[in-house]
């Protein structure tokens, strides 16, 4: 008889364990994004729009009826003006089986180019948003100095490795590396590919999740990384890295390699590096640690407002 007793308890603690939470969520306010990153050689561009709930995703939209003012060294410049970029690509519906079609897409232009060593500002303004600004410096190109493609046989894939050298500035100076394979298809567009490398320089901020779940491991394994010069300040520097061309078709004849090397301000370094790491967290196993919250500089709003000045080296890979 007791045997029966606690069957029938453990039963009804079991059935009572379910447990109706109502959460009384406040409303999302939404602020403005503004993202653009300054580049040599081109004209400057931003991207403006909303911020929306967990819950709100399909609201996010091209906001085109805003004010955006430019400062250069605190002189202002002028206002942006919406230009139409393109249309996007369609998207399909899994849940209807139909493709919708993309909406047309604008972005805020200025017919300028940035000016190095310049401190640029923008100050946007709206009647249904809280004014934001942001502020970022427009740094000098790296110095090559030397660069060697060595062969390394591989019976996978076509590896190479990598040495370069440059002249870093002294103060603080931020990096972004890339290796790129540029491909001519069959109607001469440019494909842009960046290739895996991997590299132990202390210098560089693992941007690949390691073994352990660390983001911050030294060594990396990936197509896009950063670093800064902490340990190198306005010394010579060599990095050596292993790149792959996993997109080797046996035809070289429309291919061509390039390190890319783009020197890039304190705020843009920032925002990358807790892009990466958030990235690497959703790109984890589940509650593989705690999520990573993206930077931003845009005062009284989301986004980022940085700059970017490349140079590239075109590698002769040996045979």
Known sequence: MKNIFYVLLLSLLFSSCEII????????????????????????????????????????????????????????????????????????????????????????VLNKSPEVGSEYRFEVSHDSYENVQATTKFTNAINFASHEVINLDDEYSEVYKLNFTFNDMSGDNYYRLRVLNKNLDVFDFEDIKPLYFETSDPSIIASSMSDNGDPDEVGVFSDDALFDDHLFDGEEKTISLEFYDWYYSGDETNSSFYLEISSISKDYFDYLHSYQRQSNYYGGELFAGEPVQVFTNVQNGLGILGASNTKSVKLILPE
């Open 21 to 108: 939470v109502d959460l009384d969520i406040p409303k999302h306010e939404p602020v403005l994004v503004l993202n653009s990153v300054i580049r040599a050689d081109s004209i400057i561009v931003a991207n403006l729009s909303n911020s929306v709930g967990s819950f709100e995703l399909n609201e996010i939209r091209d906001i085109t009826d805003a004010t955006v003012s430019v400062f250069e060294n605190e002189v202002f410049i002028g206002d942006m003006a919406v230009s139409f970029i393109e249309v996007a690509e369609d998207d399909y519906d899994y849940e209807t089986g139909e493709y919708i079609e993309g909406d047309s897409l604008y972005a805020y």
